[in-house]
């Protein structure tokens, strides 16, 4: 574990000095800013009212978005497990909404919805296939070892979903949850960036590189990857008390 | 029962072919076979599970007791019972836990029970279960001796009671022989043998002189 540890630790002190090597390479503030002028920009962003504006509204329709994406995927992953009619209209629909191009998306729905909604649709569009695909996996797993017990006990398909496969599928599913977010963050971010959202880190991010301000942008992109550690670390640590609460 | 003509497919290849068969009711005919011989398949057909030619008649209700207990690890003991039984049969769980050894688990999880336990469990589930017919898939060939005679005479004991209808597939002919009352014997899906085992108690641990007939026809071995 301490190993561990030490190796990721390493592996940031690595990032770290590749930037620092890559200033020194580049010599161009407007291409690539100092690492302790970032490091200012972080520490004056922290301190303005807009950007917890800007952080706010990120978060919420990043978490809309998942919180959307989760409860499609549950419902249409317990019809799809019950269901192989269900289960084959599905397959052409994920195969079609993992396929397509994000900032196509992004673009097509910009001309249908507000700046504000569009990042939040494209985010779930991107996270419904991955969370369905990883909730259908887990229930098949329960049907093939439960569903003989099932069908020889007649069991009812609302006892099935409630007391069979929500519980069966919760444990892959919280595991998943951090990565998914995580992913939900950086398209939303995109889908702002692109769509210029009000009040959101990618709008802020596009403001940033249309004004030339390349520390702010710099400082920007970190705080959304720590935000991205924050929900990852945070869907861990919930998973974690869920396990030990089922314990 | 009435088997009338089963007859099993997949593809080319027959599963089981079985002639019209009759098992008396309220009796413990055991269905014996090496691996192959279909004696699963016939357990899903008379559970209505697998599609097939023919026809099964009287075989009303069905419970399962499976070779592997299937329990639901996330929930408890009750909780597993109650997830199969209609809701009007809950309150005669903690006597029929009682009756299989197990009173005062009802709120441990399966991982805290051992196999033994386990198959108690699994017993208890398909007795409680409202059922004309249990079908019982090789129960007891996963345990060890002593543990596979104190189930096989706890579920004798539990039958006494009702006196249900039982189809008891097993490979293995000492349990045949102490638990049921006839042996049909499967070879490669066909019927090989039809035994009468008789009414009497047999002790698990002492060789019977109706076993060698049943390997015989088990192993398609010469008569001396």
Redesign the interface.
Known sequence: MKKNLLFSALAIVAMWLTWIAAYFIVRNDYLLPSFWETCGEIGRQLVGAAFWRAFAGTLLRTLAAFGLALALAVALACCAALSGAVRAFFAPVVSVLRTVPTMAVILILLLWTSHAVAPVLVSLLVLFPALYAALLASLDEAKEHYGLLCRAFKVSAPRKIFKLYLPAVAPSVLAQAGSILSMGLKITVSGEVLAQTFRSLGGAMQDAQLGLEIPRLFALTVLVVLLGFLLEGGCLLLSKCIVRWRE | MKLTAIRKTYGERVALALPDLELEAGRITAILGESGAGKTTLLNIV?G?TAHAGSVEGAGE???L?QDP?L?P??TVE?NLR??LPKALWGAIPAMLGRVGLAGRETSRPRELSGGEKQRVAIA?AFL?PHDTL?MDEPFSSLGLSLKKSLIALTKDLWRERRQTVLFVTHDVREAVCLAHRAIVLRQGTLCGDFALGEEERDFFAPQPMEAPLIRALTAAEAP
């Open positions: 559970a599970m069905t419970s399962y499976f299937k639901l996330h929930l909780g997830f199969v589930r279960y079908l």
